[in-house]
């Protein structure tokens, strides 16, 4: 049998049950199971078990997945068949699904890896009488066998961070990494000992931790203080004997070059590096893109209400999983087929020619996603301002489900209408992707990006008002505030926010009226005092009466002196008593009281 082991294949363990002696197949990326090449009698006479103690320790700042398997040693072949689902992630490589899967956080991963130990297999020790199954140097079960094990445990901390609007993003990432590597300049025994200055000990309680590992714990640590309790008793952790170590990489040795005899075939082809990075490239774009339309998503249904654009939100996501689950199937059909040279690499070359978007989609999608998020952020400012005030329902279902439920008088109901449903836009790209094989794809419908500058500062202020109303009318009984959401196009095709009221059941349009302006006297006697004002600039038709405040320069409350009649600005107050007094004004509504108004200077 063969003894050099130059041709051997270098390959991460990645969690799988490495033994030496076991048998691997290349095509699949797959161990077999319950099947060693010799007698495993006859595998402990050659094998060597060499003692080693090396400790790593990395932080890491950017983990996008080129980063993060970097962090885990995988070439494009392993990754290849990772993204299309051959192998597992189970354990610490959870984490490159997991950092996939979460954004718009900061990232800070603590890499500790240990190597305690390696089995080696003397090869050249064997004769070709030894093989077990002399059958599969003439099938295609299996393409090399496991030679060499190295063992030790890998511990990935993940913290994580958001970042505020007021935070500078470089200055957070170097102030984290210099505190994650004062672990780095301690021996793992004095870790407990990390002495902290204030300002560390404060950002360590912003970050919270994420554990993945090659060990499970009773518990997994969540803070930054846990992890360094985590990293104290790592030593205690790998077991007296190293029993709970790991297989953390291995070598593979082709099958073929075994037999002295030469009957056996190569039974693997090793894909072009150039295909096998335009394969990884396609299929990681294509997966980001669905991991950007469900974070979206995931974060609108957090809003809670807008049900509307999450439906939307859902045509295409459900659609580009398709795209995804589609292109998978295929590929890991393909690979196996092409690895194992049934086919040539033109069957991988013709697979990424189909589901390769055309320029022109690629860019109207990530403008979608793009505006989509944009618009995102900007319910949640909305959402964020509309929860401050506890007598604000929103609503998570249509309007239509729920209005019988609300056993009051009034409804005062502000509706946000953005989204539309028919989207010229998205039914177009949802057109192409449901037949993505078209290469020509380009027209000139638009985006409808509904939040300029002059119409979000119009439905902003109109939010505001509707918070404020809510806030001055919170005790009374007869009225309920909701928000929901709407199509445009039950709207005239507006895009914005409209305030609709019901009476009991019945509804009719309705301004929330501003403030009525600064009181002024425009006569003043010994008996009387004549006030003027004017009108709210918005919403005055739904004034039916105001109410007029004092307070004199001895009193500290406010008092209402009278109310009019009707919606004139205008009164005259009687009988005051002596002093200095000052005055303000408010609306009167059919559904409860406005903001009031500036106090008018002190006159008497």
């Known amino acids: 049998m063969a003894g050099d082991k130059a041709p051997a294949l270098k390959m991460m363990a990645l969690d799988r049950p490495f033994k030496v002696g076991m048998l691997y197949d290349y095509k699949t990326d797959r161990l077999i199971p319950n099947m060693l090449l010799w007698d495993e009698n006859l595998i402990s006479n050659y094998l060597t078990c060499h003692s080693s103690s090396s400790r790593t320790y990395e932080v890491h700042i950017n983990n996008n997945l080129t980063e993060l398997e970097y962090l885990f040693g995988i070439d494009n072949n392993l990754k290849l068949s990772i993204l299309a689902g051959l192998v597992d992630l189970p354990g610490s490589n959870n984490l490159i699904d997991y950092c996939q899967r979460i954004k718009h956080t900061e990232r800070f991963i603590l890499q500790y890896s240990i190597t305690t130990h390696s089995d080696e297999?003397?090869?050249?020790?064997?004769?070709?009488?030894?093989?077990?199954?002399?059958?599969?140097?003439?099938?295609?079960?299996?393409?090399h066998v496991v030679t060499d094990v190295f063992y030790g445990i890998e511990i990935f901390l993940v913290f994580n961070r958001k970042l505020s609007d007021n935070e500078n993003r470089t200055e957070l990432h170097n102030s984290v990494k210099e505190l994650l590597k004062k672990l780095k300049t301690l021996p793992i025994s004095d870790i407990g000992q990390l002495h902290l200055s204030n300002g560390e000990k404060q950002l360590a309680e912003t970050l919270t931790c994420q554990y993945y590992g090659d060990i499970q714990l009773k518990s997994n640590p969540t803070s930054f203080i846990e992890a360094i309790e985590l990293l104290r008793q790592l030593p205690n952790l790998l077991g007296k004997n190293n029993e709970n170590t790991k297989p953390i990489k291995v070598l593979l040795y082709p099958l073929y070059l075994l037999d002295d005899f030469a009957t056996a075939k190569k039974r693997f082809h090793e894909i072009n590096n150039h295909i096998l990075s335009k394969s990884v490239e396609l299929m990681t774009s294509l997966h980001e893109l669905v991991i950007s339309l469900s974070d979206i998503k995931s974060n609108l249904s957090s809003l809670k209400i807008f049900y509307q654009t999450e439906q939307q939100l859902s045509r295409i996501c459900t659609r580009m999983s398709e795209i995804e689950t589609d292109m998978r199937k295929e590929m890991v059909k393909l690979l196996p087929e092409v690895r194992g040279t049934s086919l040539q690499e033109k069957s991988l070359t013709d697979l990424l020619e189909k589901f390769n978007f055309s320029l022109s989609t690629k860019q109207k999608l990530n403008d979608w996603i793009q505006f989509k998020t944009e618009e995102k952020n900007i319910f949640t400012s909305f959402i964020n301002?509309?929860?401050?005030?506890?007598?604000?329902?929103?609503?998570?279902?249509p309007f239509?489900?729920?209005?019988?439920?609300?056993?009051?008088?009034?409804?005062?109901?502000l509706v946000i209408h953005v989204t539309?449903?028919?989207?010229?836009?998205?039914n177009e790209l949802l057109q192409y992707l449901e037949d993505y094989s078209k290469r020509d794809h380009d027209t000139n419908i638009k985006i409808n990006r509904w939040?300029?500058?002059?119409?979000?500062?119009?439905?902003?202020?109109?939010?505001?008002?509707?918070?404020?109303?809510?806030e001055i009318n919170v005790n009374k009984n007869n009225i309920v505030f909701v928000v929901d959401e709407e199509d445009i196009n039950k709207f005239q095709r507006k895009t914005g926010v409209t305030t609709i009221l019901y009476q009991n059941g019945v509804p009719m349009n309705f301004e929330i009226p501003s403030r009525p302006g600064r009181p002024h006297v425009t006569d003043n006697s010994c008996q009387n005092t004549t006030l003027s004002w004017t009108k709210p600039a918005q919403g005055s038709e739904n004034i039916q009466q105001y109410m007029i405040y004092g307070r004199n320069h001895l009193n500290r409350h406010w008092k209402l002196l009278l109310s009019t009649v009707n919606d004139t600005p205008s009164a005259i107050i009687s009988n005051l008593e002596e002093g200095k007094y000052r005055f303000k004004i408010q609306g009167i509504t059919l559904a409860g009281y406005t903001e009031e108004s500036d106090a008018c200077d002190a006159i008497g």
């Not at 239509?400 to 109901?413: C, Q």
């Not at 500058?453 to 809510?470: C, E, G, V």
């Open 451 to 470: 939040f300029n500058q002059n119409n979000l500062a119009l439905i902003q202020k109109q939010i505001t008002l509707f918070i404020k109303f809510a």
């Open 420 to 426: 539309e449903e028919n989207d010229t836009f998205l």
């Open 385 to 397: 301002d509309l929860r401050k005030q506890d007598n604000i329902n929103l609503l998570t279902l």
């Open 121 to 143: 297999l003397e090869i050249r020790h064997f004769r070709k009488s030894d093989v077990k199954h002399q059958d599969l140097f003439h099938q295609q079960v299996a393409t």
């Open 400 to 413: 239509a489900e729920v209005r019988k439920s609300f056993n009051y008088k009034f409804i005062l109901r």
